[in-house]
């Protein structure tokens, strides 16, 4: 597939219809604003530092990276008869790696048997007789492996972000409302919503402690990430799923890979999705791949309301990850402070202690933990819970940055909506794959 951003092939811009079965089926309106009253008193419910007891519930992993590892350690942690059984991932070392590890820290050992590899490992780790399917393969596959996992009536895990394109997030959309419809449970890994703080700080906002939003920024400033060289003997298939994070149809650039966190949480605070992003970016120094090293995005929602969104990762540069919301009567971090604008400030969250003097140390539950926590609470309660359409949301807001930056043009939820963008190759082997290392070059896409 031909990714050259002067090729209408690469259908970088986005202008045709082929979303708009899917959009039909999800439901558009609900999606941009979903604004409820803050007249009404609200509280969030609390969180289980552990999950109940319950009959034994078996996981399996699809994606046995550093995330998916750890995704498999959170549920080992979650609570009393957990059990994670099955393994799947593209690579074989990565299976080793993910066994040692499981092996070394719980005294877990998946049975050779349970263990598959390949680019069709995930329909036999869900076909593997298992509960739960924990989805942390790269970004670009969530799509296919959820939609997979929930046609097999289980439930999901999904981390982040669950998409790389506008395809990928209304099929997550699609998907996740067929969970509900069966009554299933799905958590995604968008952690702050798992963060005791910052449910404690959306429930000031959401009673009226900032006055009416008016605007937000939010940041993910940091360095570069890892990337993997190619080797030879490599084709290019497998060099590019050992460098996931550096390729766009893999990862969704770091804008929707990383940054998406922060983009969540501001979603979430404004309890709508923007409708329209104006935005640039621009590569200098990231070595492999097809990414922009930095986005600046303006982001506009229905009402004329901003939020601004910055994402860099650079070297040597000024590092800062975080957000701020700003109201009519004061202003926000979104997790433990609020001031007013004279600068006092006039709530901060009281984060639980134990210890005594030099000891005392904050008690909370990891928020990787506590994702799993809430995911098997709601699958023994029998309340279930389905994260599907914000993170789906959330990564097309990204997304929609994303494209803006891109092209250098005004992108609208609209847009992606109805876009028949899809990333990627069609068949899933190690072979030649017809994309190249082009950044995208803005003003050059069809249309512009």
Request: net charge negative; charged share 20%.
């Amino acid at each position: 597939m031909n990714q050259n951003p002067k090729s209408s092939s690469r259908r970088r811009f986005i202008g045709n219809t082929a979303g708009m079965a899917m959009l039909g089926a999800i439901g558009a309106g609900s999606l941009l604003s979903s604004c409820t009253s803050r007249r009404t008193e609200y509280r969030t419910p609390a969180f289980p530092d552990i999950a109940p007891d319950g009959p034994l519930l078996k996981a399996g992993l699809i994606g046995c990276g550093g995330r998916g590892t750890g995704a498999a350690s959170n549920f080992i942690n979650a609570g009393p008869n957990l059990e994670l059984t099955a393994l799947g991932d593209v690579f074989q070392h990565r299976i080793d790696s993910c066994r040692e590890s499981l092996r070394n820290r719980h005294g877990v050992e998946i049975a050779d048997k349970n263990c598959f590899v390949g680019f069709d490992a995930y329909k036999q780790v869900i076909d593997s007789g298992v509960d739960i399917i924990l989805c942390a393969a790269p970004p670009h596959f969530r799509p296919m492996h959820f939609e997979a996992a929930v046609q097999a009536r289980k439930h999901c895990f999904l981390e982040k972000p669950v998409a790389v394109d506008p395809w990928g997030s209304r099929s997550v959309m699609a998907t996740g409302k067929m969970a509900e419809s069966a009554g299933l449970s799905v958590v995604a890994g968008t952690q702050y919503r798992h963060m005791r703080d910052y449910v404690a700080a959306f429930d000031m906002v959401k009673n009226g402690a900032i006055g009416d939003i008016v605007s937000a920024n939010c940041y993910y400033n940091i360095g570069m990430l890892w990337h993997v060289n190619r080797q030879p003997g490599w084709s290019d298939m497998e060099a590019m799923v050992r460098n996931w994070l550096n390729w766009c149809w893999l990862s969704g650039d770091h804008i929707v890979e990383q940054h998406i966190h922060q983009i969540d949480v501001l979603n979430w605070f404004f309890e709508k999705y923007p409708a329209k992003a104006t935005g640039f970016g621009g590569r200098h120094h990231r070595p492999t791949g097809d990414q922009f090293d930095f986005f600046s995005i303006d982001f506009v929602f229905d009402d004329g309301r901003h939020y601004h969104s910055m994402c860099r990762q650079i070297n040597g540069c000024t590092n800062y990850v975080g957000q701020w919301l700003y109201g009519t009567k004061g202003y926000t971090n979104c997790q433990n402070q609020i001031f007013d604008y004279d600068g006092n400030l006039i709530w901060e969250y009281d984060y639980p202690v134990e210890g005594t003097g030099s000891e005392m140390s904050r008690v909370a539950v990891n928020p990787y933990d506590q994702e799993i926590i809430n995911l098997v609470t709601a699958i023994r309660t029998n309340n279930p819970v389905n994260e599907a359409q914000n993170v789906a949301s959330s990564t097309l807001v990204g997304i929609m940055g994303r494209e803006s930056a891109y092209t250098g043009r005004d992108v609208t939820w609209t847009e992606m909506m109805e876009s028949g963008m899809r990333l990627g190759p069609r068949e899933y082997v190690m072979g030649p794959v017809d994309i190249k290392p082009e950044p995208p070059v803005p003003g050059t896409a069809p249309g512009a």
